[in-house]
């Protein structure tokens, strides 16, 4: 018989974890909710003991796990149920304990649903091709015209380019320098790499003029506007920027965890404090 312990452990899980704000995030809104819930980090290294890792997620007072790099398609793999935007990219960010099984949900995604409001695309550019990439091309998949991929990798790009043709999205891989000249016809172009980071980066796509109705989409987030985002908003170019996705993709979660709606209101109070201390 399982023990009577009530759940009341999150965690997140990735080879750096403890250097996430994560914790920072939540901790204040579970004391907020009166949940008696508390969040940690588990530095789980790339060839960490990943079974060991599944057990300790089962534990009867676990509630779910957040997952970042480089465990999302371990995450997805482990479940014993994965919802379908987790099938379709392989990739998972939250793992919710179910009794003796695990839920797989993949929140990135959401946020990026909600953030771009279902907006038709014409044309989308995706600088970069590892899983922010991959998350941005599942949630635009039903409505984009044609999509521009293009990493430093050619393999991280061709990967992508494959799953783009398996969804029926009429898409190309493209070199670095063709995808900077492409940026000026684009109406979507998303950063999914860490350009930006610092202060001394330039824009991610060079700096060219944007079309007038392009939205950017920056992953990147630091605690000054990067150069993508302030190009961008020079030019009176839409700007999504890291921080609204860390936002929404948090929100995402409310619901899954079963938590009160006034989760959202202190998600956001909490984010603005630490974007300022940030």
């Known amino acids: 018989m399982e023990p ?3 759940p009341s452990r999150l965690a997140l899980i990735g080879s ?7 914790p920072g995030l939540w901790n204040p809104v579970l004391r907020g909710l009166g949940t008696g819930w508390t969040y940690e980090a588990w530095d789980v290294a790339p060839d960490g003991d990943l079974a060991a890792v599944r057990a300790r997620l089962l534990a009867p007072d676990m509630v779910a796990a957040n997952v970042t790099m480089p465990h999302k ?14 099938r379709l990219s392989g990739a998972c960010n939250l793992l919710v304990r179910q009794d003796h099984t695990l839920l797989a949900h993949n929140t990135d995604i959401t946020a990026i649903e909600v953030l771009l409001g279902g907006a038709y695309q014409r044309h989308a550019l995706l600088l970069g091709a590892g899983g922010a990439a991959r998350a941005a091309l599942i949630a635009i998949r039903d409505n984009v015209g044609s999509v521009s991929i293009t990493d430093r990798d ?3 790009s061709h990967e ?15 070199t670095w320098q063709q995808a900077q ?6 109406s979507l172009i998303v950063n999914a790499t860490p350009i930006g980071k610092s202060t001394s980066d330039g824009p991610a796509w060079g700096g ?12 990147v987030y630091a605690r000054h506007s990067t150069a993508s985002v302030a190009c961008a908003q020079a030019m009176g170019v839409r700007s999504i920027d890291g921080w609204d996705h860390l936002r929404e993709q948090a929100v995402a979660m409310v619901p899954l965890l079963g938590l009160d709606a006034r989760a959202r209101t ?7 404090r630490l974007r300022d201390g940030h």
């Open 181 to 186: 000249d492409l940026a000026a016809e684009a």
């Open 154 to 156: 050619p393999q991280a």
């Open 73 to 86: 398609h371990w995450a997805a793999e482990t479940a014993d149920v994965a919802a379908e935007p987790v």
């Open 266 to 272: 202190l998600l956001q109070e909490t984010l603005v």
């Open 160 to 174: 992508l380019l494959e799953l783009a043709r398996e969804l029926g999205i009429n898409a190309r891989d493209v």
């Open 16 to 22: 750096a974890a403890s250097q996430a704000m994560s």
């Open 4 to 6: 009577s312990t009530q």
């Open 208 to 219: 060219s003029a944007l079309a007038p109705d392009a939205v950017l989409y920056d992953f």
